[in-house]
Nanobody, 122 residues
Framework: HVQLVESGGGSAQAGGSLRLSCGAS????????MGWFRQAPGFEREGVAV???????TYADSVKGRFTISKDKVKRTLYLQMNSLKPEDTAMYYC?????????????????WGQGTQVTVS
């Protein structure tokens, strides 16, 4: 079983920055993919950025050039650095993980989810 715990959400002004963290515990396959997803009220959950166990990344077009996903394998922590924030980035942000290395921004592909952390940009 894998547990994911997000932190770092909060409020920011448009143009500002926030960094999200996701601590992982449990037995995640050595070949895996982890990522960040978000869901705004009235909208479906969408992929933001994912990274596989080789370090390959995939970003949603809406965040390319503004967000950076990274991970610390020793600390078993996933990060999302969010710069140049926009009001439309406001959402609940979730950390997710799955075995197998193939990157995917499709939420249904992920087996494990954190509880979410709120990001509000005004």
């Amino acid at each position: 079983h894998v547990q994911l715990v997000e932190s770092g959400g909060g409020s920011a002004q448009a143009g500002g920055s926030l960094r999200l963290s996701c601590g992982a515990s449990g037995n995640l396959a050595r070949r895996n993919c982890m990522g960040w997803f978000r869901q705004a009220p009235g909208f479906e959950r969408e992929g933001v950025a994912v990274i596989d166990s080789n370090g390959d990344t995939t970003y949603a077009d809406s965040v390319k050039g503004r967000f950076t996903i990274s991970k610390d394998k020793v600390k078993r922590t996933l990060y999302l650095q969010m710069n140049s924030l926009k009001p439309e980035d406001t959402a609940m942000y979730y950390c997710a993980a799955k075995p197998f290395r193939m990157n995917s921004l499709v939420p249904a592909a992920y087996n494990y989810w954190g509880q979410g952390t709120q990001v509000t940009v005004s």
